[in-house]
């Protein structure tokens, strides 16, 4: 049962243009928002980050839209460049404590390619 | 700091053979995570340590999977007997305890582990 989902397995974008990510969830109970970057090789970092009680979250070229009422979340970068290249992953979970705390629930990554 | 440390980085094993992947945690972190990466589910939490104790292993696919933390700078994952479907990466993540928690986990460059 896939909790977040990222239905996107890839995406393709030309360097400069706007780049849109996105992710849906099912459990109402998800509070806080993640998106992860990781490069081949590599293990994920952090990217940017939301919490419920906002719609959106902007750090520098990232800017992450969360809509409650859809459970949808998106992350959009601009202007695209082609160190952004990576794979993508949304993640979700509940902050407010017992046994769920600290506990990331990951969609499937997409694949974000940006050519020059 | 050298981050969260993983070895071995690729392992290659035959089916039924057992299989032992280590991580060292980032020094003075409190929360520690193990988890497999498959194109299909993309990331999945296994199992999280909270002070060298295990608080979730839910994820934990079946028996064959075992996790431990001896203490604050070691933790081991095992599989006995090996399967050629857990052939994945296999991530360690850790965090120091501050809210949120959950944008500050640092994941370690993984383990591809797989099994002929």
């Known amino acids: 049962d896939q909790q977040v989902k990222q239905n996107s397995p890839s995406l393709s974008v030309q360097e400069g243009r706007i780049s849109i990510l996105n992710c849906d969830y099912t459990?109402?109970?998800?509070?806080?928002f993640l998106w992860y970057k990781k490069y081949p090789a590599e293990g994920p970092t952090f990217l940017i980050s939301?919490?419920?009680?906002?719609d959106k979250n902007e750090d520098g070229r990232f800017t992450v839209f969360l809509n409650k009422s859809a459970k949808h979340l998106s992350l959009h970068i601009v202007p695209s460049q082609p160190g952004d290249s990576a794979v993508y992953f949304c993640?979700?979970?509940?902050?407010?404590?017992?046994?769920?705390?600290?506990?990331?629930?990951f969609g499937q990554g997409t694949i974000l390619t940006v050519h020059p | 700091d050298a981050g969260v440390i993983q070895s071995p980085r690729h392992e290659v094993t035959e089916m039924g053979q057992e299989v032992t992947l280590r991580c060292k945690p980032i020094?003075?972190?409190?929360?520690l995570f193990w988890y497999r990466q498959t194109m299909m589910r993309g990331l999945e939490l296994l199992i999280y340590?909270?002070?060298?104790?295990?608080?979730?292993d839910s994820g934990m696919p079946e028996d064959r999977f075992s996790a431990k933390m001896p203490n604050a700078s070691f933790s081991t994952l095992k599989i006995q007997p090996s399967e050629p479907r857990d052939s994945a990466v296999y991530f360690c993540?850790?965090?120091?305890?501050?809210?949120?928690?959950?944008?500050?986990?640092?994941f370690g460059p993984g383990t591809r582990l797989t099994v002929l």
């Open positions: 939301i919490s419920s009680i906002k």
């Open positions: 993540a850790s965090s120091k305890d501050r809210r949120p928690l959950t944008d500050t986990q640092y």
């Open positions: 340590f909270n002070n060298n104790v295990p608080i979730d």
């Open positions: 459990n109402s109970m998800f509070d806080y």
């Open positions: 020094s003075g972190h409190d929360y």
């Open positions: 993640a979700a979970t509940n902050n407010a404590g017992g046994t769920s705390y600290g506990k990331l629930t």
